[in-house]
Structures are given as C-alpha cells and as structure tokens.
T-cell receptor
Framework: DGGITQSPKYLFRKEGQNVTLSCEQN?????MYWYRQDPGQGLRLIYY???????QKGDIAEGYSVSREKKESFPLTVTSAQKNPTAFYLC?????????????????FGPGTRLTVL | AQTVTQSQPEMSVQEAETVTLSCTYD???????LFWYKQPPSRQMILVIR??????QNATENRFSVNFQKAAKSFSLKISDSQLGDTAMYFC???????????FGTGTLLAVQP
C-alpha cells in the first residue's frame, strides 16, 4: 500500500535536547511538507521541499531544521531553540505542481507525531 | 497573502440531519483551489472535497457538497444525512499556484449526536 508513515507516534523530550521526527513516503511524490498543529490554530507550515536537496522555510521555521537527501524521506529536527515545541506534527506530500494532472496540489498526510517536552 | 477564516469553532447536528460548515477566504491569485479536510479523533487528515476556482459548478462527493460563491469568497461545506462517523474536526484550506502553499483555517469541530 502506498502512503506516508511518521514515527514515532508519541515522542517525549527533555528541555534543551534536539529531537528528530521521521517522515517517509512511497507515493513517488516530489514535494513534502511539515506542519505544526496547535489547539485553535489549525495547521501552520514549518518547512517544505519541492525536490531532493532543496527546501524552503514556511511560516514558522524558527527553531526547526530539515533535510531532503532522498525523495522518500523528509526528517524534521526540533532544536533546543524552539521555545514551545509541544505540539502535534503532521507530514504531507504531493505531486509537484508542474507535473501530473493534480495541479491542485492535493496533499496527502501522515498519521502525525505528538511531541511533548517534559 | 492568503487567509482562510472559519468562524464556527464548534457545531452539533443530529444523526441523519443536514449541517453546513462555513468558510471564507481571501487571496489575490486568479488560479487557486479550495479544499475541505476532515480530521477524526485518530487525527489522520483526510481530503473530503476539492473545488477548482475556475469552475462554476459546485463540487459534490456523495453526501458532501460545497456552495462556492466566488465573488463573496465563500466556500461552505454541506453534509447531508449526517452519520456518527462524520464526527471530526473539519478544516477549510486554500491553495494558490503562485505561492505554492496550502493555507488552513482554524477548523470547526463537528459533533454528530445519535
């Protein structure tokens, strides 16, 4: 089955530690995204990548870093510089806007990771 | 910049009845797309329905339909014959081709009562 996997489902971190959230997709999508979800604020874009070895900051990139060394993988690191990291993190992927028939950029989401800072 | 506004934080409907969720948006782009996503208690985001802005005809998907009012920048979701499994958070979202970003509203929590 094609889809997006995120691991772990729940993650606990001590203050001052960096932590990396995994996101893998086997949909052969070029573009991948990371969102943060907080109560009452919907989804906010952290980083996105349209192609391997390239990524752009979203609206709330401070305190986060990403890499895109492989098409299938887009890990997110939450650094100690992120002042309020406790949240639900969602990864998504889509076909690149200039390819295929899905020019509407429908995004397919993973099951999410709940990060709690202790 | 694009914005999406959902003014109903919570709604409730009886099973088998019809409910409408509101969404307004603002964008300067001429080529854009609108979506409704559902997030049940499992927190998995699921696409419910999409609407291309250049199409005048309202999109429908089984019990789900939209009322797209382009001039008013309104994009409401109607759920007919509500089922218990429709209980979820519903997010309206707008994608603009130039910005290449999907902007979400803050969501409406829908509870379907037996």
């Amino acid at each position: 089955d094609g889809g997006i996997t995120q691991s772990p489902k729940y993650l606990f971190r001590k203050e001052g530690q960096n932590v990396t959230l995994s996101c893998e997709q086997n949909l052969n999508h070029d573009a991948m995204y990371w969102y943060r979800q907080d109560p009452g604020q919907g989804l906010r874009l952290i980083y996105y990548s349209q192609i391997v070895n390239d990524f752009q900051k979203g609206d709330i990139a401070e305190g986060y870093s990403v890499s895109r060394e492989k098409k299938e993988s887009f890990p997110l690191t939450v650094t100690s510089a992120q002042k309020n990291p406790t949240a639900f993190y969602l990864c998504a992927s889509s076909i690149r806007r200039d390819r295929g028939y899905r020019a509407d950029n429908e995004q397919f989401f993973g099951p999410g990771t709940r990060l709690t800072v202790l | 910049a694009q914005t999406v506004t959902q003014s109903q934080p919570e709604m409730s409907v009886q099973e088998a009845e019809t409910v409408t969720l509101s969404c307004t948006y603002d964008t300067s782009e001429s080529n854009y797309y609108l979506f409704w996503y559902k997030q049940p208690p499992s927190r998995q985001m699921i696409l419910v329905i999409r609407q291309e802005a250049y199409k005048q005809q309202n999109a429908t998907e089984n019990r789900f339909s939209v009322n797209f009012q382009k001039a008013a920048k309104s994009f409401s979701l109607k759920i007919s014959d509500s089922q218990l499994g429709d209980t979820a958070m519903y997010f309206c979202a707008c994608y603009g081709g130039a910005t290449n970003k999907l902007i979400f509203g803050t969501g409406t929590l829908l509870a379907v009562q037996p």
